[in-house]
């Protein structure tokens, strides 16, 4: 896959010295080799599109003429050279079209590429830039309630795909526990009743998480023994469950739901 320099001169030169010796050995027109001449075409129109392959359409007819006259020095030769001349002219025109489209075609599947690949690479900074935040608030404050506040927040710009603003259907909140029961320490678009819900932690995703330590992504909670208890959870169809840990001790959970079955993937 590595390219001289001038690969595309070169490549063509080739394609035309072959397609010039196949002439002189076969006879020109009149020998069984004459579409030999196609093949210098081909390689004009993918390389320099349809100005290329008509340039190289004209070579081709003087290359032909000039080896048919020789070798066959007769007027007929002649006449055939140029009638021969209007077809590689059309073929040119042609092949030239053809390469044209197929160029921009490949260019554009390669932009769209590149602009995918710019606009993961624009998300996966936005989230790196989240997490960065949310390090640096830890390390300013002592106060538990803003960092949990500034979490929630960050995780809807974490969240957030490219340039756009958080989601407002998104559903978080961290639970804490406090006298063995789970209790809202802060909440986004949570009721005021639901603020004042308290749960055991044992059952359902939340017993889960809890109990294995692991994160769980469900598309099934209405009827979640725990989280059902919840208002704000009614209307969503699918959730995220981290569990909080230091060390071997875990102290709570985060929460996030939203009303999509697929908003949430394993990335």
Known sequence: NRRLPGHRAI???V???GAGLFLYLQ???TGPAFLAGVLPLLSASLYYEIKGAVLSAILVTVLQTGLSGYLVPRWESLALAGAAGVVWLLLGGLFGYLGTALVWSHRSVQQAQQAARQEK????GERLRAVYD????????LNYQHVLETALDLIGNALASGNQAPDDRLVSAVLLFSEEELQVGSARRFTPTDLRVTLPGREGILGQALTEGDAVLSTDISGDPELGRFAALQACRSTYCFPLRS???VYGALLCAHPEANYFTPD
């Not at 690479?121 to 996966?124: H, K, L, M, R, T």
């Not at 949310?134 to 404050?141: F, N, R």
């Open 247 to 249: 060390g071997f001790d």
């Open 134 to 141: 949310l390090v640096s608030t830890l390390t300013a404050t």
């Open 15 to 17: 394609d035309f010295l």
């Open 11 to 13: 490549g063509l030169l």
């Open 121 to 124: 690479q624009g998300v996966e």
């Open 27 to 29: 006879g020109g027109y």
